[in-house]
């Protein structure tokens, strides 16, 4: 008698508060899986109940996800399908779910994502800051010297930042990020996404932390909250360029300042003219 064939893991995302946010895609394997492994089965039974999706579930949360593993992988290697689903958003993004998919993996059974919300990604294309670069950090640490030594070690981080925060703590996280990045760096608060309550505001710390500080409406519900990058550092040659075509500008046209900088300094023409450009236009 040959082995069964296994079944798929599928890595469903979920909506973040609207309802409506989730995929057709996503429904539809929720109602073919055979088991649904959510990470709160209360929690998400009004999602399943709203969509009339009435496959079994079973919990997987941080506190069973070792021994819950073990249980998965052998319904699959039974050829059984599963879900896996998060209370909100995209499984495994600071939520359980990186044990299971690892074992399953290793076992060789195909793991399939059904994309769709996830906070962060909402929040920094609303926000207004770089997108092109950033580093998402979870949650930063509930004690004070705890946080602040973790902040430190960003000041010179030029990716945007991104941090999942308490409401309880983001007060006090925003002060801390405004003694560390200083009141003048850009940031947003984003909070209850999708939600009736929802709010993005982009603006300097000391004007976000004032804001949060004064309106105790803006310390509840979930938070995501993003913090600029640094300005890259210049360095020597760009120094040394900057210097040059700071006085060959006023004489003659950035094509030639571009190309006498170049020879002079032994630097790229193209990083020289685009430069030239930039100090042109100031």
Same mark, same amino acid.
């Given at each position: 008698?040959?082995?069964?064939?296994?079944?798929?893991?599928?890595?469903?995302?979920?909506?973040?508060?609207?309802?409506?946010?989730?995929?057709?895609?996503?429904?539809?394997?929720?109602?073919?899986?055979?088991?649904?492994?959510?990470?709160?089965?209360?929690?998400?039974?009004?999602?399943?109940?709203?969509?009339?999706?009435?496959?079994?579930?079973?919990?997987?949360?941080?506190?069973?996800?070792?021994?819950?593993?073990?249980?998965?992988?052998?319904?699959?290697?039974?050829?059984?399908?599963?879900?896996?689903?998060?209370?909100?958003?995209?499984?495994?993004?600071?939520?359980?779910?990186?044990?299971?998919?690892?074992?399953?993996?290793?076992?060789?059974?195909?793991?399939?994502?059904?994309?769709?919300?996830?906070?962060?990604?909402?929040?920094?294309?609303?926000?207004?800051?770089?997108?092109?670069?950033?580093?998402?950090?979870?949650?930063?640490?509930?004690?004070?010297?705890?946080?602040?030594?973790?902040?430190?070690?960003?000041?010179?981080?030029?990716?945007? !930042?991104?941090?999942?925060?308490? %409401?309880?703590? @983001?007060? #006090?996280?925003? $002060?801390?990020? &405004? +003694?560390?990045?200083?009141?003048?760096?850009?940031?947003?608060?984003?909070?209850?996404?999708?939600?009736?309550?929802?709010?993005?505001?982009?603006?300097?710390?000391?004007?976000?932390?004032?804001?949060?500080?004064?309106?105790?409406?803006?310390?509840?519900?979930?938070?995501? !909250?993003?913090?600029?990058?640094? %300005?890259?550092? @210049?360095? #020597?040659?760009? $120094?040394?360029? &900057? +210097?040059?075509?700071?006085?060959?500008?006023?004489?003659?046209?950035?094509?030639?300042?571009?190309?006498?900088?170049?020879?002079?300094?032994?630097?790229?023409?193209?990083?020289?003219?685009?430069?030239?450009?930039?100090?042109?236009?100031?």
């Amino acid at each position: 008698m040959t082995d069964p064939t296994p079944g798929i893991l599928y890595i469903v995302a979920t909506p973040i508060g609207n309802l409506a946010d989730i995929s057709f895609r996503a429904v539809e394997t929720l109602n073919q899986v055979n088991l649904i492994a959510a990470e709160d089965t209360r929690h998400s039974k009004y999602l399943l109940t709203h969509y009339q999706i009435a496959t079994p579930t079973i919990s997987l949360h941080e506190h069973n996800e070792q021994q819950r593993s073990d249980v998965l992988l052998q319904k699959l290697q039974a050829g059984e399908s599963i879900a896996l689903i998060s209370d909100a958003g995209t499984p495994l993004i600071n939520d359980p779910g990186y044990r299971l998919v690892t074992r399953v993996i290793e076992a060789g059974i195909q793991v399939v994502p059904i994309p769709g919300c996830s906070a962060l990604i909402a929040a920094l294309s609303a926000a207004g800051l770089a997108s092109n670069r950033f580093a998402f950090e979870g949650f930063l640490p509930p004690k004070v010297f705890a946080r602040q030594h973790t902040l430190q070690q960003f000041i010179h981080e030029t990716r945007t !930042l991104i941090f999942y925060e308490s %409401p309880k703590r @983001i007060a #006090a996280t925003l $002060q801390d990020c &405004q +003694q560390i990045f200083g009141p003048d760096r850009q940031a947003t608060l984003a909070r209850e996404l999708t939600k009736i309550h929802e709010t993005i505001k982009t603006a300097p710390l000391a004007v976000l932390t004032e804001w949060v500080t004064n309106d105790l409406n803006q310390q509840k519900g979930e938070i995501v !909250l993003l913090i600029a990058g640094a %300005p890259a550092a @210049i360095t #020597a040659d760009e $120094q040394a360029m &900057q +210097q040059l075509l700071t006085l060959l500008l006023p004489e003659m046209s950035v094509k030639k300042a571009a190309a006498i900088t170049a020879q002079w300094l032994s630097v790229s023409k193209n990083a020289a003219y685009q430069l030239a450009l930039k100090l042109q236009q100031k």
